[in-house]
């Protein structure tokens, strides 16, 4: 596996794979990899004759007093782990070298943005959706793999995708948990022994609505109030940022569940803001 630093190289690299008719694909990371990232590698590996993962901590989709400057890096840990999980090219470029400093363009898809993470996170989907397009622009994949924790990236960005007219068939990766259900996650690392063991309920929580839904329970208010609840008994030390029943691809929050819908929670702790989801589908209705 190479190690690629210079997105002119890059493209210069993923050009020549195109013109042979090569199919690559592509993994966007911010490194700091775990088994989640490693299921996501092979579903590329599955699908694409080679596979670009990239890591960049992307400046542009941390707000202010976020946790850009801790965010957890270890470049020697990522590339044995890519190696491992057969990439090609491990692409992991400066700030500087993907940002001109007079850098005055966004991709940004603000229907989908406001809702979910985007309320609390205003400036953060244009950040993920401007890098996304510039990797898609420097590696020219067939095909893109991103994580189905991340819900609300998945669906700006197969939006994205589609309106600007990428040729990139964008799959996504289910979640994968750790043995007692927390979701992996980077910034797993930042919990406390007491809030690791409290973060459980999170996946619990999203459970126990997938529970009342396949009971029968339609009205969302109904599961989201009892959810919240558990939330407050077992997360004492978790605040709960979002907890809402939305529209699996338009996210907007829905006032009856009659086909798929989307639970998804977002908890701060003390260091990490941990977030996950559940897709459900409503019983059918009796006749
Ligand atoms: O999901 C992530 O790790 C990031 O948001 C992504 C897609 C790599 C863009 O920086």
């Known amino acids: 596996m190479d190690i690629v630093s210079d997105p002119g190289e890059i493209r210069t690299r993923c050009r020549e794979w195109a013109r042979c008719g090569v199919v690559t694909g592509l993994v966007p990371t911010m490194g700091y990899l775990h088994a989640g990232h490693g299921s996501l590698l092979r579903l590329a590996r599955e699908r694409a004759d080679r596979v670009v993962a990239s890591v960049f901590v992307n400046p542009t989709q941390f707000g202010p007093g976020e946790d850009l400057d801790a965010y957890p890096r270890d470049l020697e840990r990522d590339a044995a782990l890519a190696a491992t999980a057969g990439v090609d090219v491990l692409f992991a470029p400066t700030p500087q070298s993907m940002y001109a400093p007079e850098a005055a363009t966004w991709v940004e898809v603000p229907e989908l943005a406001r809702y979910l993470c985007g309320a609390s996170r205003p400036t953060h989907f244009r950040g993920v959706c401007t890098v996304v397009a510039k990797l898609f622009l420097l590696v020219q994949p067939a095909v893109a793999v991103f994580g189905e924790k991340d819900w609300q990236q998945l669906a700006i960005l197969r939006r994205m995708t589609a309106d600007l007219g990428f040729p990139v068939e ?66 004492p030390d978790g605040t709960v940022d979002y907890l809402s029943c939305v529209h699996p691809a338009r996210l907007y929050s829905l006032e009856r569940i009659d086909g798929p819908a989307l639970f998804a929670a977002a908890v701060k702790f003390s260091r990490a803001r941990l977030i996950d989801n559940r897709l459900v589908d409503a019983v059918a209705p009796p006749r």
């Open 170 to 235: 964008i799959v996504g990766g289910p979640i994968v948990r750790e043995a007692d259900g927390l979701a992996l996650s980077s910034r797993n690392v930042y919990l406390s022994p007491e809030e690791r063991a409290q973060a459980i309920h999170i996946n619990k929580g999203l459970e126990l609505a997938a529970a009342m839904v396949a009971a029968g329970e339609a009205d969302p208010a109904v599961v989201l109030a009892r959810v919240r609840g558990y939330f407050a008994s077992y997360l």
